[in-house]
């Protein structure tokens, strides 16, 4: 037969060590470490002031908030137009934000757009978006061409195809 174990002797082995914790978070070892709030420089730009119905982002590209303002700048537009409906909580429109602000700057005869699909769902319902991101492109308020997906050599060709 085993002899019995008593667990007072566990306990006081692991208050022991409990007791040890503190020592070893203020041993010399670690107070050499960098401290994890050391202070940091930031460098910030000055936030431009907004209208109600559209704002600005990166580049030229200006975000829709209103379905007027969709129906005044994209289907009421005599230049080409490039609509990015895109959502706050999806990873592919933001890593492909990068290159339409980029396409934006290099291509100043396309109207570049963002809507946000969760805010004007029945502008995005209209136009058909059943995936993040799509983008729409627009001549003379006629939709011509639909890119689904974070594809930039797709989008790219037809901003080439949108300008011909």
């Known amino acids: 037969m085993q002899a019995f174990k008593s667990p007072t002797f566990r306990l006081a082995r692991f208050s022991r060590l409990a007791r040890a914790t503190p020592l070893l978070v203020r041993s010399p070892l670690t107070s050499r470490l960098p401290s994890v709030h050391a202070p940091r420089a930031f460098s910030s730009t000055p936030v431009p002031h907004f209208s109600r119905s559209s704002f600005k982002m990166g580049g030229n590209v200006v975000e829709i908030t209103t379905k007027e ?3 005044s ?17 999806c990873g592919p ?22 809507v946000d699909v969760d805010k ?5 319902a209209s136009n058909e978006i059943s995936a993040m991101p799509t983008f729409l492109f627009f001549k003379d ?3 011509v061409d639909m890119v689904r ?6 989008i790219n060709a037809a901003v080439q195809k949108l300008l011909a």
Do not use: M, Q, R
Not at 95 to 112: C, N, R, Y
Not at 149 to 154: D, F, K, L, Q, R
């Open 141 to 143: 308020g006629k939709k």
């Open 69 to 71: 303002d969709f129906e």
């Open 120 to 124: 004007l769902g029945e502008v995005a």
């Open 93 to 114: 429109c933001k890593a492909i934000s990068p290159a339409i602000e980029k396409l934006s700057v290099e291509h100043t005869g396309v109207k570049f757009y963002k």
């Open 73 to 89: 700048k994209v289907i009421g537009a005599s230049e080409p137009v490039l609509v990015d409906f895109f959502a706050e909580w």
């Open 149 to 154: 997906g974070a594809n930039p050599p797709a």
